[in-house]
């Protein structure tokens, strides 16, 4: 299909509204990003310039239960943030809570030792990811995606182990009313489920532009060099965080609005490999939503009564990936291996307005940076190498797993996978 000049003003009007709009906070997870290049086939054998027009399916699902690590190395999944949850001090600082103040009298008990402390457990799973993907070539070298992608997640065999000795009256008190029915407390006191979960939902909506050049080389082992950048928007479509239930982390940006942008380099090796490093970072712009907040320094993670809507301020997003890969051997046929590491930097919130201090709730350990180490096993096959130059759709079949390995922080799920992709 050739480019009329029609769509080439309509192509210049679009570049220039998203100029002017591009003048996160994730998730601790590795869930499908969509600016992710080593999510898509399209390294080594990609038909950029051939074809105006690509439709495109991912789906993967979790092999087990998700790898999750914390500031000390690999834990339980719910162990990242602190791998001990602090029931007495949940009770303190809160404001006009009568039923904390009458559970704290009954009580009588001060922190002592491992008295009040519990030990959670649990299994965090990924159900299945599902990414329909529309690109459009609009103009030359410039090309427009959309993707939306769709999650299934379930946390399950939640476990809160009691650390609490009964050598004194205080110790047996705090068994009795407190650590043993710690899941109605937290549900009566303050409306918080600390039990499982499943969830499922649409992710944010991803509007991406790329500019992809090739640049042939006259060498005898460096042929091409292939510039990729990209930029673009992310909106809120997505599932928000759940407050009212613990680790029920967004599918998205949390209902904000992100700006990602990128480039990559990719060089073929001869007439069989090829090698690429790309860097995406992206802005996550603030907003204000419900959230639970410490209302004392002694305070953990999961175990947080307090809800309230404040201002949270994202850190930047960073993410390097490293490939090599080899195709046409035989016709068609590409395997590639890849490197990602991606950082979320540390968050901060604003509790203006509320008898809150800003230095409390900014302890809060999920507000620090975190990280996850990741590998991906890529094998993708080109149908249109077999066939004639006639047919007008071009299909690629793809097979993948992506392997966590590593990080700080955050949770990642080992997953395999497929991807159809047709050119047209």
């Known amino acids: 299909m050739k480019l009329t000049k029609k769509r080439m003003l309509a192509a210049h009007k679009l570049v220039a509204l998203l100029l002017v709009i591009s003048s996160s906070s994730l998730f601790c997870m590795n869930l499908f990003r ?122 399950k065999n939640v476990v809160w182990h009691d650390l609490t000795t009964d050598e004194t009256e205080e110790d047996d008190r705090v068994r009795q009313c407190l650590t043993s029915q ?17 969830r499922r939902g649409f992710g944010d909506l991803a509007l991406l532009m790329r500019w992809i050049r090739n640049f042939p080389q006259n060498k005898p082992m460096l042929r091409n060099v292939r510039v990729d950048c990209h930029a673009g928007l992310l909106l809120p479509t997505g599932k928000p965080a759940d407050p009212d239930k613990i680790f029920a982390f967004a599918f998205g940006i949390d209902k904000s609005v992100a700006i990602p942008f990128g480039l990559g380099i990719e060089l073929n ?54 490939y090599l890969g080899v195709k046409d051997l035989p016709r068609g046929l590409e395997v590639h291996v890849g490197y990602k590491y991606f950082k979320n930097g540390s968050d901060s919130l604003s509790v203006s307005g509320i008898m809150c201090s800003d230095i409390i709730a900014n302890t809060r350990a999920s507000l620090q940076s975190w990280t996850i180490h990741e590998m991906i096993v890529r094998a993708t096959y080109d149908f249109g190498a077999v066939m004639s130059d006639e047919h007008r759709v071009r299909p690629f079949l793809g097979v993948f797993s992506r392997i966590p390995f590593n990080g700080t922080r955050s949770a990642a799920a080992t997953t395999i996978g497929l991807s159809l992709h047709l050119d047209f």
Not at 121 to 150: I, M
Not at 184 to 196: E, F, H, S, W, Y
Request: glycine share 10%; aromatic share 14%; proline share 2%.
């Open 34 to 155: 969509s600016f992710d290049k080593l999510n898509w086939y399209n390294l080594g054998r990609a038909q950029y310039g051939l074809y105006d027009y690509n439709l495109a399916i991912f789906a993967e699902t979790g092999i087990g239960h998700a790898k999750a690590w914390g500031d000390c190395g690999r834990t339980n999944v719910l162990q990242i943030f602190g791998c001990q949850q602090d029931s007495l001090a949940m009770l303190q600082g809160l404001q006009d809570c009568s039923l904390a103040d009458t559970l704290l009298e009954k009580l009588d008990a001060s922190a002592f030792g491992t008295r009040g402390l519990l030990r959670p457990c649990g299994d965090l799973e990924l159900e299945f990811t599902v990414v329909p993907k529309f690109r459009w070539q609009f103009a030359q070298d410039f090309y427009l995606t959309l993707s939306l992608p769709v999650f299934g997640m379930e946390l």
């Open 269 to 322: 090796l001869g007439d069989y490999f090829f090698w690429g490093v790309d860097v995406a970072l992206f802005h996550q712009f603030g907003n204000t939503r419900s959230r639970r907040i410490k209302t004392d320094v002694d305070q953990t993670n999961l175990l947080l009564m307090q809800k309230a809507r404040v201002y949270k301020d994202f850190g930047l997003s960073q993410q390097f990936s490293l």
């Open 182 to 198: 710690i899941c109605k407390v937290a549900q009566d006191v303050g409306g918080l489920d600390i039990r499982g979960w499943r």
